[in-house]
């Protein structure tokens, strides 16, 4: 399974984002080769809309899980729309929640939010 994770940098033991749509970076994981890569997150700086634009690029990425701390409600239908399940983050370590999910011991991620409008 490939799976995306919001992480502050680009290390395997950088501590996970809790911002999903103004991360810096996404981790992009395949649970069964163990092979890794970061995709930056052009989306992070956007003025509005950042939710969506990084749901669109791991929709773009064949993502098949998110592990993610929040998520807004409009970047849910999107990942949701694609087939990519929303997990919650348990804990704030990169190698325990893709052990977590490994052994699906991970939680769907029930409580979506509204999204941060940054109405002026």
Do not use: W
Not at 45 to 54: F, M, P, R
Request: charged content about 20%; overall charge negative.
């Amino acid at each position: 399974m490939i799976i995306a994770l919001p992480i502050d940098d680009k290390k395997l033991d950088a501590p996970i984002c809790i911002s999903f749509g103004r991360t810096p970076f996404f981790l992009i994981y395949d649970t069964e080769t163990d092979a890794h890569t970061f995709l930056e997150n052009a989306a992070a700086t956007s003025q509005g809309g950042a939710g969506i634009k990084a749901a669109q690029a791991i929709v773009d990425e064949k993502i098949s899980a998110l592990i993610t701390p929040r998520c807004g409600e409009n970047a849910a239908e999107v990942l949701k729309g694609a087939g990519v399940k929303i997990y919650k983050v348990s804990g704030n370590s990169i190698a325990e929640n893709i052990e977590a999910i490994k052994n699906d011991k991970l939680d769907i991620l029930i409580e979506i939010h509204a999204g941060h409008h940054h109405h002026q």
